[in-house]
């Protein structure tokens, strides 16, 4: 399966600062998702992006797949945006998405 | 479309004893996964079903448990004479085809005393 590595483990940032998330994987892959999850558990949608960059807002997040890696940028952080984020590479098969143990983002006030 | 939904929410169980969990994909995807997940660490697949054919199993799927998908609408994933092992969050993700994003549900906390 494809590995998936990602920097830093833990981030603490004070709010309003920027940010940005690095995730390496292992071997080519046919799409990636980003994902946050909450302190709830919840794993939450941000980004599916094969390649190129996508913004949403303060997020946004770049794949370059040749070179296999993913970028996720967040600006002016908020308090909200504590959690875990994690990079989710789809192998070639279509089949299986593969997670990394993520960033934990903790943002103070 | 009210996303994926997972019961229970939360499972307290003794060693030894079997447990089922349900997930109701949203509508028209076909493709239905099962992920573990534990504490530190990011999700791990267990089984995917496309409709409802199981097409892969991770040698995580050990044979105690079970995952089915009748008519590939709902999925249930049992888990027979339950170890403190087993003690994770069990978490159901659809998608509408296999070049579609994951849609997670908030996941089943399943504790083995």
């Known amino acids: 399966g494809i590995q998936v590595e990602q920097s830093p483990p833990d981030l603490i940032l004070q709010e309003g600062a920027n940010s940005t998330l690095r995730c390496n994987f292992s071997?080519?892959?046919?799409?990636l998702q980003w994902f946050h999850q909450n302190p709830w558990g919840q794993l939450i949608n941000l980004f599916y992006?094969?390649?190129g960059t996508k913004q949403n807002g303060r997020l946004s997040a770049t794949t370059v797949a040749t070179e296999r890696y993913s970028l996720l940028y967040i600006s002016s952080s908020q308090t909200t945006d504590s959690g875990v984020y994690f990079c989710?590479?789809?192998?070639?098969?279509?089949?299986?998405?593969?997670f990394g143990t993520g960033t934990s983002l903790t943002v103070i006030p | 479309d009210t996303g994926v939904s997972q019961n229970p929410r939360h499972k307290i169980t003794k060693r030894g004893q079997n447990v089922t969990f349900r997930c109701d994909p949203i509508?028209?995807?076909?493709?239905l996964y099962w992920y573990r997940q534990t504490l530190g660490q990011g999700p791990e697949f267990l089984t995917y079903?496309?409709?409802?054919?199981?097409?892969?199993k991770s040698r995580l799927l050990s044979d105690r448990f079970s995952a089915e998908r009748p008519k590939g609408s709902f999925s249930t994933l049992e888990i027979q004479r339950t170890e403190q092992g087993d003690s994770a969050m069990y978490l159901c993700?659809?998608?509408?085809?296999?070049?579609?994003?994951?849609?997670f549900g908030n996941g089943t906390r399943l504790t083995v005393t």
């Open positions: 993700a659809s998608s509408l085809d296999g070049a579609s994003p994951l849609h």
């Open positions: 071997d080519s892959v046919n799409n």
């Open positions: 992006i094969p390649s």
């Open positions: 989710a590479p789809r192998d070639g098969t279509g089949n299986q998405f593969y």
């Open positions: 509508s028209e995807h076909n493709r």
């Open positions: 079903f496309q409709n409802e054919a199981q097409l892969e």
